[in-house]
């Protein structure tokens, strides 16, 4: 009997030592996506990364933004979110000794307009500019007034252009070859205009001029995030080519 109840009392010593042993090497990590006005956001993917193990663990932000990952073994993790029309955002964290929780809360930066065109020409442009087309501006979007209230944001409104001119394709361009290549990236104003427009690469310096003289001319409906205009950052490519597709 003596010996039943000594061995019962091993097991239970034991288990305990597991569960307090279990209670100082893994932690919680949680946190809140918010987006650039600070407003939460619901429906990121997060992912965390064991550095160790790469063990990943994935979840969803709830409808407050609030995500959380149970039972992380301690060490060091990359966490990871995405959401559509949002950069991926990525960051390190590490899991210490003597804490229940970590808190790790994400802010998500807007993705980039981006747009890539072909001007196609079997011969060079003589005019003073590029043909030119203009639309009516959209409507102002409206969010919910709980949406609102609640600061529930991440609503983005992809702006559409209302004003476009296409770069010529002179001269000098279309006597370097059979085409050429440009890539611009500037700022896209809360207005829609243009801004802080400038060449990232190209195939030569012939192309840039017609480039940033007629993307410096496109407007759009302002991008709206939270039914608030807002900057974003433009990049486009324009692409010549001597010869129009059949």
Excluded at 76 to 98: I, M
Aim: aromatic share 6%; glycine share 6%; proline share 6%.
């Amino acid at each position: 009997m003596l010996r039943a109840q000594s061995a019962l009392t091993a097991v239970v010593i034991c288990l305990l030592w597991v569960v307090a042993n279990r209670a100082q090497t893994a932690v919680a990590l949680s946190g809140v996506a918010k987006d650039a006005v600070g407003w939460t956001v619901s429906g990121v993917e997060v992912s965390s990364r064991d550095t160790n193990t790469n063990r990943v663990r994935k979840t969803k932000t709830d409808d407050t933004g609030h995500f959380e990952f149970r039972d992380l073994p301690l060490g060091e993790y990359v966490v990871e979110a995405s959401k559509l029309r949002f950069k991926p955002k990525t960051e390190s964290v590490t899991l210490r000794d003597g804490t229940n929780s970590t808190r790790l809360d994400l802010i998500l930066e807007l993705g980039d307009i981006s747009e890539e065109i072909t001007v196609w020409g079997d011969k060079p442009d003589e005019s003073p500019v590029g043909p030119s087309r203009r639309l009516n501006r959209g409507k102002v979007p409206e969010c919910s007034p709980k949406a609102v209230a609640a600061k529930q944001g991440g609503i983005v409104h992809i702006p559409r252009k209302v004003a476009n001119v296409v770069p010529l394709y002179t001269k000098e361009a279309y006597a370097f070859g059979p085409g050429g290549r440009v890539q611009v990236r500037g700022v896209l104003a809360s207005d829609g205009k243009v801004k802080n427009l400038r060449a990232l690469s190209t195939t030569d310096l012939v192309f840039v001029k017609p480039v940033l003289d007629a993307v410096s001319l496109w407007e759009f409906d302002p991008t709206y995030l939270n039914c608030m205009p807002v900057e974003t950052n433009l990049e486009v490519i324009v692409n010549f080519s001597h010869a129009a597709p059949r």
